[in-house]
């Protein structure tokens, strides 16, 4: 089937450094994507979404990248602090679906 | 607004024992689906409704399994009979329909089948 993602890579970031957070689809019929933070012991926590029409949507220091050419979607968080230690996810979801299927998630460790 | 509030927060059970995990959505949403995490296939479907009403369990992994939504307010996840293998993290979500709003999880429900 097709898929999101489907690995678990750490990424290490020191404090007050950039994190940059890569996913792939494969789902050409996708058109709705959100990344999702899910700390130890918690539910995934919703931080950005972006439709297929957009290519790049801000939020508080998160930044979500489209590229639908490549089918390749980013998440770039600035100035990464402590609490922005967990694992995240891309998802995405079908245009007129309702199954959002979620990547294998990055594990993001903050180093102070 | 509570979220979306799952119960137990964590199960351990006997192989061959009846599990039944509960949610409750947030008020006004009208879809509600039922995710499992494990390590090894990681987030996966199960069953999702809308309106109360199944509308795809293709991802429902056995017979065992069994959803129900007998109101806007209260879903179940039932297990019958469980199984080593169905220990993970069940998780409850729920959104509004129409326009693609961020699916809300629940903090889950840590199954562990001994």
């Known amino acids: 089937g097709e898929s999101v993602g489907l690995h678990l890579p750490t990424l290490s970031v020191q404090e007050g450094d950039n994190s940059i957070i890569n996913c792939a689809y494969s789902?050409?019929?996708?058109?709705?994507f959100i990344w999702y933070k899910q700390e130890s012991g918690k539910g995934p926590q919703f931080i950005i979404d972006i439709r297929s029409n957009m290519d790049k949507r801000q939020g508080q220091r998160v930044t979500v990248l489209l590229n639908k050419t490549v089918k390749h979607l980013s998440l770039q968080i600035a100035a990464t602090q402590p609490g922005d230690s967990a694992v995240y996810f891309c998802a995405e979801n079908p245009r007129r679906g309702n199954k959002l299927t979620f990547g294998g998630g990055t594990r993001v460790l903050v180093k102070p | 607004d509570a979220g979306v509030i799952q119960s137990p927060r964590h199960e351990v059970t006997e192989m061959g024992q009846e599990v039944t995990l509960r949610c409750k959505p947030i008020?006004?949403?009208?879809?509600l689906f039922w995710y499992r995490q494990t390590m090894m296939r990681g987030l996966e479907l199960l069953i999702y409704?809308?309106?109360?009403?199944?509308?795809?369990d293709s991802g429902m992994p056995e017979d065992r399994f069994s959803a129900k939504m007998p109101n806007a307010s209260f879903s179940t996840l039932k297990i019958q009979p469980s199984e080593p293998r169905d220990s993970a993290v069940y998780f409850c979500?729920?959104?509004?329909?129409?326009?693609?709003?961020?699916?809300?999880f629940g903090s889950g429900t840590r199954l562990t089948v001994v």
């Open positions: 979500a729920s959104r509004l329909g129409g326009a693609n709003y961020g699916y809300t």
């Open positions: 409704f809308n309106n109360n009403v199944p509308i795809d």
């Open positions: 789902n050409s019929a996708s058109d709705y």
């Open positions: 008020s006004g949403h009208d879809y």
